[in-house]
């Protein structure tokens, strides 16, 4: 699907990219963005994220604007416009961009959908660094028998941790490749805003 604006060439804090998402390739056009993108991605598998999917067209003291957000997610939740904003650029440029973000509210009201300001704090921190680990292993193959022998324990033990389920298994290297698919595919969880050691609890799906 063409963009709604043109994506810039590549300079200073823009890093222009692509992703394979579930619904297709989604660009990005800095690494705020690409870090917004795999984490939409990895929270839901089944999301659709399209970048700059309109422009919205309004009046602002007595002048014609247009505003094109970044991104529109479809989710499990609904429907939310996204702009991704860097925390000092959003302070630096307030003034001038309160009237495009209160359009956008508006625009994404009349399509029942949800507008917000997505910045570092929303995005980045130990929970997409787990996202950018676990998403490629989604897609990988699992060892059926092992992956079974894991969610019996799973679900046998009373707090069975990755340690415990990790010596339970045959095979050290084909059990650790097997419970770290399983906790990307959501098989088995785990409290994904720490980081993921041999004492974090696997919870059975």
């Known amino acids: 699907m063409p963009h709604a604006r043109r994506i810039p060439l590549s ?4 890093i ?11 660009a990005h056009e800095s690494a705020l963005e690409r870090d917004f993108v795999t984490l ?28 094109t957000p970044d991104y529109l997610v479809r989710d499990a939740s609904g429907v939310e416009l ?30 029942q959908a949800r507008f917000r300001i997505a910045t570092e704090s929303d ?10 680990r676990l998403l490629p292993l989604r897609a990988l193959p699992l060892d059926i028998k092992t992956a079974m022998i894991a969610r019996t324990h799973a679900h ?9 389920l990790l010596d339970l298994l045959p095979d050290r290297n084909l059990a650790l490749a097997t419970l770290w698919r399983l906790i990307a595919r ?16 696997l919870y059975p799906r």
């Open 156 to 164: 046998g033990l009373k707090q069975p941790t990755f340690g415990t």
């Open 123 to 132: 995005i980045r921190g130990t929970f997409l660094e787990n996202a950018k």
């Open 11 to 14: 300079h200073r804090s823009h």
């Open 82 to 111: 996204v702009e991704v904003k860097y925390q000092k650029d959003l302070q630096a440029n307030w003034e001038r961009l309160a009237p495009a973000f209160s359009a956008a509210e508006k625009w994404a009201q009349a399509c």
């Open 186 to 201: 959501g098989e088995l969880r785990t409290d994904l805003s720490v980081p993921i050691t041999f004492h974090s609890i």
């Open 40 to 67: 939409s991605s990895f929270v839901d598998a089944a999301a659709t994220i399209r970048s700059q999917p309109v422009t919205i067209v309004f009046e602002d003291r007595g002048c014609r604007r247009r505003y």
């Open 16 to 26: 222009i990219g692509f992703q394979c998402t579930p619904g297709g390739v989604t």
